[in-house]
C-alpha cells in the first residue's frame, strides 16, 4: 500500500467557516500539525488533539489525528476517529483515502477498495489515491485493475500540460505516440524525473526491460527520494532476474515503510530466487497474518513451502488462494504442477465452472485447461485430458511470439561458428574455475532427477535454473528489439582471452548469491544452455555439461502437458516442440563432433533402467568420487525448484517412461515435425550429422 507515513499533501485543511483572528490561527494550528505528520507523527497526533480540545469535532483535526494514528501505527486508533469522519462526509476525498489506507493496513481488503475507490471518485486527480487503490487491487489479485490505476497516478501526478498529454496517451495503451511527446519533453528538460518514469514505464510495457532499468537508475540518480520510481525500478530488476540487486533497494523502501504488504511480498519473491526460502517463507507468513486476503499471495507462499518439500502446507496455501478467487486458474495449476497431487470429485466440478464462465480472463482460462488436462489424465479420461491441454495451449500461443525457423536458423549459426579449426584458436581461453555442473538439453527430459542426484553428492550444491548465461549471451548480441538482428553467436569471434576470461568470472561471481554451502561444485540447471554449449566452452573451459535427452514423443509431450511461468515459447504447439528438439538433436550432435567427450550424455531410459551404473558414469564424467547417498538421492531433502520437485522426492519408477503413449492417437503432428530423430533415438540420423572436416 502508499506510505504508512500519512502524506501531508492528500491532508491539505479545509477551509475554515470562522472569521478574523480564530480563523488564522486554526488554519496555522492545522497546517503546522500536517507538516508534522511524515517526521514526527506521535507529536502531530498531540497538536491534533489540542485543536479539538479547543474546537471539539472540527473535521480537519479529525483527520489529521487519524492519519497520525495510522503513522504511529495505532491502527484500531486511527479507525475510531476516520470511520465515523468519513462516514459523515461522504463526499470528502481526504477522508475517504486516509479511511481506506487505515482499513487496508488493518487487513480488511473489500472496505479498503471500497474506501479508495471513493475517494478516486471523488476526486479524479487525487494521485496518491490512485497509487493506493494500484497497490490494493495488487494485493487482491487484479492484475489489469492494478495497471490501470498505476496508469491514473502518472497522469494525476503529471502537472505538465505536455506530461499530461503524454500521460493521457499512455493511459490509452498510444505507447508510440506517449514515447515521441516524452522523448521531445526530456529534448528540452532532460532532469525532468515524472517524464523520465512515464518512458521507464513505456518501456516496462513494451518489454523493453533493459531501457526501463536505466531510465529508472538514472531517475533515481536525480531524485533518491522518488519511492514510486525506487519501487518501480526494483520491480524491473526482479524481473530481470537480478534478485541481488532488488534487495538493497526494497530494504530502502522497507526503511521508509516498513509494514508495505507491496514491498515486503517483492522482497519475499527475491529471496525466493537466490534460493533463501526460510526468510521468506517466513516474510510471506508475516505479510499473510497482516494482509490475509490475497489469494496471489497465498499462491507465492504456496510456491516456496514445495520448493523446500512441506507439500501439505503448499497444498492448504493454493487452496486458500483458490477459496478467496475462485476463478484463479494458476492456483489450480499450481496443485496439478504438484504432479503427485490428486484433484477431488468436486475440485474438477468447480474447475469445469469456472470454464463454463464468460468473464475470466485468457491468463485464467488456459491455467484452468492444463489443470483440467492433468485431472481426467490421473483419471484416465485420456481424450477429454487431451483436449484440454490443446485448449491450453492453443490460449498460450495467441499470447507469445515464437518462430520455430528463426530457432532453426539461430542454430544454424551456431553450428557455423564453432568449427575445430575456431575451437582450436582459443583452446587454453577462459575462466579455468572448474566449479559449475551445466545439465542442459529440454524441459521434462529428466534433467531435475540429475541435478538431484549430484546434488545428493557431498561436493556439490544444486541451486536452480540459472539466467545467467542467457543474460550474458543477450547482452552480447545487443539485440534492443525483437525486429533487430542479434550479434550473437558470430560476435564471440571479436572477443580476446581477457574478455573471454572476465566473462567466465563474471558468471562465477553473478551465480556466488546462490550458493549457500561452501561446496566446491554447484549446477546450473536451466535447460535452455544447451544453445550456448558453445560460449560456455569458451568462457568456462573446465566446467562439466551434461545433456539430459528422453524419448522424443515422451520428453516433448510432457512438455506440451507443461505451463511454463516463462521462457519455453516453443513448447504451446506440438509441431513446434518437435522442431525445437529437431535443432536441439542437431546442435548437440555438432558439438559431439567438434568437441568429442566434453559433453555428457544421461539417456533417462538408461537411468531408469541401469540407476547405479549410469550414476557411477555420471560422477566419472564430474571427477567425483563414487558416493551411496547418490543412489538415495530421494532422501535429500533440499530446495528443488522445477515442476519436478515431488517426483523426485520418491525413487525412481518406470511407469512414468511410456505416459506419452496414452495419448498417441493425437500426436502425429508431433511425429511429422520429429522427422528422423524420432526413428533413430538415443542415435542420431545420419543427415543431421555434422561434416567436420
Not at 346 to 372: G, K, P, S
Request: charged share 25%.
Amino acid at each position: 500500500m502508499a506510505s504508512v507515513a500519512p502524506d501531508p499533501d492528500t491532508i491539505a485543511p479545509a477551509e475554515d467557516t470562522g472569521e478574523g483572528e480564530t480563523r488564522g490561527s486554526l488554519a496555522t494550528a492545522l497546517n503546522h500539525t500536517a507538516r508534522l505528520l511524515h517526521s514526527r507523527p506521535r507529536l502531530a497526533a498531540s497538536q491534533a488533539r489540542e485543536i479539538l480540545r479547543v474546537m471539539p469535532g472540527q473535521r480537519d483535526a479529525l483527520l489529521l489525528l487519524g492519519a497520525a494514528l495510522r503513522g504511529c501505527g495505532d491502527l484500531a486508533g486511527a479507525r475510531d476517529i476516520l470511520e465515523p469522519l468519513a462516514a459523515h462526509h461522504p463526499g470528502w476525498a481526504a477522508a475517504q483515502l486516509e479511511h481506506g489506507l487505515t482499513l487496508s493496513s488493518l487487513g480488511d481488503s473489500e472496505a479498503a477498495l471500497k474506501a479508495l475507490q471513493r475517494a478516486v471518485a471523488l476526486k479524479p486527480d487525487l494521485a496518491n489515491g490512485w497509487r493506493a487503490l494500484g497497490d490494493q487491487l495488487t494485493l487482491m489479485g487484479d492484475t489489469a485493475g492494478a495497471d490501470a490505476a498505476y496508469t491514473r497516478h502518472i497522469t494525476a501526478a503529471a502537472k505538465d500540460p505536455r506530461l499530461l498529454e503524454a500521460a493521457v496517451a499512455l493511459g490509452e495503451q498510444r505507447l508510440a505516440v506517449a514515447e515521441r511527446l516524452l522523448r521531445d519533453f526530456l529534448k528540452h528538460s532532460p532532469t525532468d524525473v515524472t517524464a523520465i518514469r512515464m518512458l521507464a514505464e513505456i518501456g516496462i510495457r513494451l518489454g523493453r526491460l533493459e531501457d526501463a532499468e536505466l531510465l529508472l537508475a538514472r531517475c533515481l540518480e536525480l531524485a533518491p527520494g522518488f519511492t514510486a520510481a525506487r519501487h518501480n525500478y526494483a520491480i524491473v530488476l526482479h524481473r530481470r532476474s537480478k534478485s541481488a540487486e532488488v534487495l538493497p533497494e526494497v530494504d530502502r523502501l522497507l526503511s521508509i515503510d516498513p509494514r508495505n504488504p507491496s514491498y515486503r511480498n517483492l522482497k519475499a519473491a527475491a529471496l525466493s530466487r537466490v534460493g533463501d526460502y526460510e526468510q521468506a517463507i517466513a516474510l510471506y507468513d508475516a505479510v499473510l497474518k497482516d494482509y490475509p486476503n490475497q489469494p496471489k499471495g497465498w499462491m507465492s507462499l504456496g510456491h516456496a513451502l514445495k520448493t523446500v518439500g512441506r507439500q501439505a502446507d503448499s497444498i492448504a496455501a493454493y487452496r486458500r488462494a483458490i477459496h478467496q478467487l475462485p476463478q484463479l486458474g494458476e492456483a489450480y495449476w499450481s496443485l496439478a504442477n504438484l504432479k503427485t497431487f490428486r484433484f477431488t470429485d468436486a475440485e474438477v466440478d468447480t474447475m469445469r465452472q469456472q470454464l463454463a464462465r464468460a468473464d475470466i480472463t485468457d491468463e485464467d482460462r488456459y491455467h484452468l485447461h492444463f489443470a483440467l488436462g492433468k485431472a481426467l489424465e490421473d483419471a484416465g479420461a485420456h481424450a477429454e485430458s487431451f483436449d484440454n491441454y490443446a485448449r491450453g495451449n492453443a490460449l498460450r500461443r495467441e499470447e507469445i511470439h515464437y518462430d520455430a525457423d528463426e530457432n532453426t536458423a539461430q542454430m544454424n549459426r551456431a553450428r557455423a561458428l564453432f568449427t575445430p579449426a575456431f575451437l582450436a584458436a582459443h583452446a587454453g581461453q577462459g575462466c579455468p574455475a572448474p566449479d559449475p555442473i551445466f545439465i542442459v538439453g529440454l524441459p521434462r527430459a529428466g534433467s531435475t532427477l540429475v541435478e538431484q542426484i549430484l546434488a545428493s553428492h557431498s561436493m556439490v550444491e544444486g541451486t536452480m535454473e540459472l539466467p545467467d548465461i542467457i543474460a550474458i549471451a543477450n547482452r552480447l548480441g545487443g539485440r534492443k528489439r525483437r525486429n533487430q538482428p542479434s550479434a550473437y553467436p558470430e560476435v564471440l569471434a571479436d572477443l580476446d582471452a581477457d574478455e573471454l576470461k572476465a566473462l567466465g568470472e563474471e558468471f562465477l561471481e553473478r551465480t556466488r548469491i546462490q550458493r549457500k554451502q561452501g561446496r566446491p561444485f554447484f549446477i546450473d540447471k536451466m535447460p535452455n544452455n544447451f544453445a550456448h554449449v558453445g560460449l560456455i566452452h569458451l568462457i568456462l573451459p573446465n566446467a562439466r555439461i551434461i545433456d539430459a535427452r528422453r524419448h522424443p514423443l515422451g520428453c516433448c509431450f510432457s512438455g506440451f502437458k507443461q505451463h511454463f511461468a516463462r521462457g519455453q515459447n516453443f513448447s504451446y504447439s506440438l509441431t513446434d516442440i518437435g522442431r525445437y528438439y529437431r535443432d536441439y538433436v542437431a546442435l548437440m550432435a555438432h558439438f559431439d563432433a567438434v568437441l568429442p567427450g566434453r559433453v555428457h550424455r544421461v539417456i533417462y531410459e538408461r537411468m531408469v533402467a541401469d540407476t547405479e551404473g549410469e550414476i557411477r558414469r555420471l560422477l566419472d564424467y564430474c571427477g567425483l568420487p563414487f558416493e551411496e547417498q547418490c543412489l538415495r538421492y530421494y532422501e535429500n531433502d533440499r530446495a528443488v525448484r522445477t515442476a519436478s520437485s515431488e517426483q523426485v522426492r520418491r525413487p525412481i519408477f518406470t511407469d512414468a517412461v511410456e505416459h506419452w503413449q496414452n495419448y498417441a492417437p493425437w500426436l502425429e503432428p508431433l511425429r511429422q515435425a520429429l522427422g528422423p530423430v524420432l526413428a533413430a533415438y538415443p542415435d542420431v540420423p545420419a543427415l543431421l550429422l555434422p561434416a567436420t572436416g
